[in-house]
């Protein structure tokens, strides 16, 4: 099966968000398309934050991936952030993954971008042994995350001098 891996633009828009929503369905993650929905508009139209892929087999789209962008000095600077890479259940198998992640590390080299960092469920195995085979490893570390409120709390906590 031939398939390509190109850049979205806005007209992507709803079948990009298709696919996400059964990313998240499939990874049983909460989808709220009020938050999601501007949030991947912000990010076709912004390129300074990332880039949204397409796969498709002919004209029908068949996964996708998001690539964002991400600061450390441990890497050295600027690193890609793969926060999703998703093939409908129907495609699985035939190396299109496989072929997204070829395409994005070229798109990073490209850039100057020589890290690239996922997260994987803990319980998606085959999506880790997956990365494994691509040659992407565990780090020793958890990851946190805290939703930091847009409205200020009235009082700062107190600091001891």
């Known amino acids: 099966m031939l398939v390509s891996f190109r850049p979205c633009t806005a007209r992507d828009f709803r079948p990009l968000l298709q696919l996400i929503r059964a990313y998240f369905l499939h990874d049983r993650i909460p989808f709220h398309a ?3 929905g501007p ?4 990010l076709l139209r912004d390129k300074s934050l ?3 892929f397409l796969l498709e087999a002919g004209k ?3 996964g996708y991936a998001i690539l964002t962008y991400n600061y450390d000095l441990e ?3 600027l690193q890609g952030m793969l ?3 998703f093939v409908l259940k129907k495609y699985r198998g035939e190396g299109i993954g496989s072929l997204a992640l070829y395409e994005i590390e070229d798109f990073c080299r490209e850039r100057g971008i020589d890290t690239l960092e996922l997260q994987v469920r803990r319980g998606n195995q085959a999506a880790q042994t997956f990365y494994r085979k691509a040659g992407y490893r565990l780090l020793g ?3 946190m995350i805290r939703n930091i409120p847009l409205v200020r709390a009235k009082s700062r906590p107190s600091q001891r001098e």
């Open 83 to 85: 926060t999703d890479l």
């Open 50 to 52: 990332g880039h949204a």
């Open 141 to 143: 570390r958890i990851v």
């Open 75 to 77: 890497y050295g600077g």
């Open 39 to 42: 949030a991947l508009r912000t």
């Open 60 to 62: 029908t789209p068949v």
């Open 34 to 36: 009020a938050t999601l």
